[in-house]
């Protein structure tokens, strides 16, 4: 069963930090570019960052520059993304998903449930 399952999100801060894990199960990420996505309450879905399967490059929105990070461990068949100085304009729900062709900027074949993150003090 093919599965993609996001974790580590919750309540933080405003400045704190959360690393969010994205797991596949029945199929290897390797060959597919990843990408986190978020959806805030009354607001359209916006991609927050990819990282490609071909040559590891990664790609962020301007709004989370310099301080998100994503990064892949194919060993663990794990993507995740380390959030640092998060602002309450960070609070949504992440998604991640994979895209077969391996670009960010193919369809994306599969998809998590998602995870709650909020920032607040």
């Known amino acids: 069963q093919v599965q993609l399952v996001e974790s580590g999100g919750g309540l933080v801060q405003p400045g704190g930090s959360l690393r969010l894990s994205c797991a596949a199960s029945?199929?290897?990420?390797?060959?597919?570019?990843i990408g986190w996505f978020r959806q805030a309450p009354g607001k359209e879905r916006e991609g927050v960052s990819c990282?490609?399967?071909?040559?590891?490059?990664?790609y962020y929105a301007d709004s989370v520059k310099g301080r998100f990070t994503i990064s892949r461990d194919n060993a663990k068949n794990t993507v995740y993304l380390q959030m640092n100085s998060l602002k309450p304009e960070d609070t949504a729900v992440y998604y991640c998903a994979a895209a077969g062709g391996g670009s960010c900027h193919d369809e994306y074949d599969y998809w998590g449930q998602g995870t709650q993150v909020t920032v607040s003090s």
């Open positions: 029945g199929f290897t990420l390797d060959y597919y570019a």
């Open positions: 990282i490609s399967s071909s040559d590891g490059s990664t």
